[in-house]
Every structure is written in structure tokens, then in C-alpha cells.
T-cell receptor, first 114, second 117 residues
Framework: SQKIEQNSEALNIQEGKTATLTCNYTNYSPAYLQWYRQDPGRGPVFLLLIRENEKEKRKERLKVTFDTTLKQSLFHITASQPADSATYLCALDKGGGSQGNLIFGKGTKLSVKP | GAVVSQHPSWVICKSGTSVKIECRSLDFQATTMFWYRQFPKQSLMLMATSNEGSKATYEQGVEKDKFLINHASLTLSTLTVTSAHPEDSSFYIC?????????????FGPGTRLTVL
């Protein structure tokens, strides 16, 4: 069955450092992969989408890579700030993108210390 | 940007009662809306996919008679938890698909915290 794993449940880093979060998947070949941010008691907020034919995507301090051979995506936040503290979720399309159904990882809780 | 609202943001009810949760897309038309449930420290689990004007498609293990979904317009979907029990206590989140964006992007509501006593 399709499986998506975010290896670290929690990640603690110092302000100014680069945070790197990992998302792995098995038994699946998604057309695209998405990253979301979720704050406590709130719904997820869309951050970035990367397609299977893209190696890397950037948006301000965020960078996402997608390696379909390793079946892995890395999510980087450069020059991290305490305001970046949140849970970050990766999600894969479930149905080849046609319906938009998503499978979510459990998330990695990032804490950026000042 | 696209905004999705949910109402109420939290609700406490007695066991055996029914609770209705509304999900609205405020500035776009959503032909498809999704309902998720999230338990503490767990991932979002898709419960059902709701298409405007047709019956919802439920994920395996989700009781359609217990979780009634209505998607009567392009901007509104409702989830009714019938005869709620304490094990139904959870964080319910809806999302709406903006079909005009490619690839399809889902915009999530702020969630509804349901507590069943």
C-alpha cells in the first residue's frame, strides 16, 4: 500500500540555521508532491508544489527538492526564524492528480530557538 | 489568495446528539471539497470527497450513515456527525479544490474542534 513517511517527528534548530526536513514515500509514483505548514489548532497552509519532472523549486527562503529515484523530497528553510516554528506536512496526490486527493505524512514539528 | 472558512471553530456536544460543520469557499468556486479528520500527533486522514451536486465518495472505513456530507452549492459543503460519541472527538478540517489552478491546489479551512462528552 502507499506509504509516506516524515522521518523526524521533531526538529530543533538555532535561529539563522537551515532547517532540512525529509519526506519519503514507497509503493507509489506521484505526479506531484506538496508541502504544507500547520500551526497548532489550525488547518494546513499550502507552501510549495513540485512536479515529478522538476528537481528543485524555490520560494523566498524555502527550497524543495524531489528525487523520484530515491522516492524522497527534502524541504529546506534557510535563515530560519522563530516564526518558522510549526509542523510541516508533506503530501502526495493519491489519484495521479486527477481528483486532487492527497495522502499526508504525520508531519515534522520544527522549533527554531532564538 | 483563496480562502476557506469553517463554522463553528469548536463545538462541544453531548453523546448521542448530531453536529453540523460548514465549509465555505469564500472567493472561488469549488467543484470538489474534501473532509479530513486529524487526531493528536497524527496525519490528516481523508474521510470523504464531496463533489457539488452528487453523492460524496467515502474512504474505506468511514461510515457514510454516520458522517453525512452535503455539497449543495459550489461554495458550501456540510459535514454532519450523527449520533456523536466520545470517539468521534477530533479535529475536522475541510479543504476546497480550486479547479482553475494547475495542478489542482487544495485550500484548507481553519478546522473545527469537536468534543463529545
Amino acid at each position: 500500500s502507499q506509504k509516506i513517511e516524515q522521518n523526524s517527528e521533531a526538529l530543533n534548530i538555532q535561529e539563522g540555521k537551515t532547517a532540512t526536513l525529509t519526506c519519503n514515500y514507497t509503493n507509489y509514483s506521484p505526479a506531484y508532491l506538496q508541502w504544507y505548514r500547520q500551526d497548532p489548532g489550525r488547518g494546513p497552509v499550502f507552501l510549495l508544489l513540485i512536479r515529478e519532472n522538476e528537481k528543485e523549486k524555490r520560494k523566498e527562503r524555502l527550497k524543495v527538492t524531489f528525487d523520484t529515484t530515491l522516492k524522497q523530497s527534502l524541504f529546506h528553510i534557510t535563515a530560519s526564524q522563530p516564526a518558522d516554528s510549526a509542523t510541516y506536512l508533506c503530501a502526495l496526490d493519491k489519484g495521479g492528480g486527477s481528483q486532487g486527493n492527497l495522502i499526508f505524512g504525520k508531519g515534522t514539528k520544527l522549533s527554531v530557538k532564538p | 489568495g483563496a480562502v476557506v472558512s469553517q463554522h463553528p471553530s469548536w463545538v462541544i456536544c453531548k453523546s448521542g446528539t448530531s453536529v453540523k460543520i460548514e465549509c465555505r469557499s469564500l472567493d472561488f468556486q469549488a467543484t470538489t471539497m474534501f473532509w479530513y479528520r486529524q487526531f493528536p500527533k497524527q496525519s490528516l486522514m481523508l474521510m470523504a470527497t464531496s463533489n457539488e451536486g452528487s453523492k460524496a465518495t467515502y474512504e474505506q472505513g468511514v461510515e457514510k450513515d454516520k458522517f453525512l456530507i452535503n455539497h449543495a452549492s459550489l461554495t458550501l459543503s456540510t459535514l454532519t456527525v450523527t449520533s456523536a460519541h466520545p470517539e468521534d472527538s477530533s479535529f475536522y478540517i475541510c479543504s476546497a479544490r480550486d479547479a482553475t489552478s494547475r495542478p489542482d491546489t487544495q485550500y484548507f479551512g481553519p478546522g473545527t474542534r469537536l468534543t463529545v462528552l
